[in-house]
């Protein structure tokens, strides 16, 4: 008997290890998309060597940045009732592609008979940032429109589809810099290096000051004058101390001598330059 479930239990193994993978790659299969949901041409506007590279720009549209781009042509009746017509199927046809409603649409209507009709374009309200009014009136006045009323084979809305991929795809290429240049770490040597000339003169500058505002100098012969200094009475815990300093020029024999109060070391130092003195230093 147990033999008999130990047998089971293999058999029923192997038959799991053996269609896991075949499972997994069902799962991870890529979607393949129908022609028809890039091409609609119902008019039949679109020669037959066109259509595919109209479809293959889709479709690398769509791989590279998750974006349905739908041509659809169609013959009516009344060009008067193409508006409601349009608005009607973006909108249905907007919701039932998903995509975070990021969808565009190429609706062209011909009258019954006529070779020329009305091109719209709409875009899906998750692309409204990028594709805006004046670059859909663009793309439709100044390279849709023109092809076709050159060429009666369909070659303006191939031409629209490439500016809507060159557009999109440099769009990407932009935010793909902006995040890839975000997360760059910090260069400390090039930073230096190219700011040289910027730390250079402030070192200057600080260099400047000090000699300025720190070095005391020999009123007689503009030497440097040697400093000293003796402590006449030492701060207490609150209390300010007393030095002399004494400034002397070796080149001249010039010297001065001046009474300067000494602050307690720690917070009572701290404060005590920051709020002032209160009182006179007395020597006693």
Known sequence: MKLLQLQIGLCLFLMCALLAPAMYAQENKPIVVEPASY?????????????????DNCREIE????IRVLIKTLRIAN??????????FFAEWIRSIGMDKRGILIFALLPEGAAHGKVHLRVGIGLKYLVTR??????????ILPNNAINNDGLGFLEGVKAIRRMLLDELKRDSSRVGGGSQAFNLKGFLWTSKEILLALLVGLFLC????????????????????????EPGVNTLGLQRKIYACERCGFSRRKKEPVYPSGKAGLIMRLTGTRRNVRIE
């Open 39 to 55: 091409l609609d041409d119902r008019a039949d506007l679109i020669k037959e060597d066109l259509r595919k590279q109209l479809i």
């Open 63 to 66: 791989s590279k940045t998750k």
């Open 79 to 88: 060009l008067a009732d193409g508006q409601v017509q349009v608005e009607t």
């Open 134 to 143: 004046e670059m859909g009136e663009k793309i439709l006045n100044q390279v």
């Open 210 to 233: 000090y000699i300025i505002f720190f070095v005391e100098r020999c009123p007689r012969c503009n030497g440097a004058l040697k400093v000293s200094s003796e402590v006449l009475k």
